[in-house]
């Protein structure tokens, strides 16, 4: 699972196993939780 982490530059969406960016820094955790949704409709499409 996907996860949203504050660090002091901003909010970041980093993969859950790897840990790798996938979005960021978001001035607002807002902003994060709607990348984190992009990056889970499109891990879906099948």
Do not use: C, W
Not at 2 to 19: A, E, N
Not at 23 to 36: I, M, V
């Amino acid at each position: 699972m996907d996860m949203i982490v504050k660090k002091k530059d901003g909010y970041y969406v980093l993969s859950g196993k790897t840990k790798r960016n996938l979005g960021g820094p978001y001035k607002t955790k807002q902003e994060a939780a709607k990348r984190l949704r992009q990056v889970e409709f499109f891990k879906h499409q099948k």
